[in-house]
């Protein structure tokens, strides 16, 4: 499985294949809410890097350590928003691509 997920998720000319569906929309919003955490992640990872550096570097200051310590807590709460917005999504999406699901098929005239 490749981290990154294809954002290309069908071929709207009739001649390649189907004509792009709901479940097609739903496949895309996966793919780019899943990519955005993937970058989110890489992110996260250089930001604690940071402030652990600067926690390293502080020399005894209080200032400075606090400092640093509020970046960790900022980073990390920032992440967990991150995930959890992605489980929401996920979680969403996921029941939407069922092929059961068929909200929209009653609205064709």
Not at 28 to 57: D, H
Not at 72 to 87: P, T
């Amino acid at each position: 499985m490749a981290i990154w997920q294809p954002l290309i998720v069908c071929n709207n000319p009739p001649e390649f294949a189907e004509a792009c569906t709901f479940s097609h929309l739903m496949q895309l919003a996966n793919a780019v809410i899943t990519n955005l955490v993937v970058l989110a992640t890489f992110l996260t990872a250089i930001a604690f890097m940071y402030a652990g550096f600067k926690l390293l570097t502080s020399g005894g200051s209080e200032s400075a350590k606090i400092k640093a310590k509020d970046i960790f807590l900022s980073v990390l709460i920032g992440y967990l928003w991150i995930l959890g917005a992605w489980l929401v999504v996920y979680t969403i999406t996921s029941a939407l691509l069922k092929p059961e699901y068929s909200f929209l098929e009653s609205f064709k005239p």
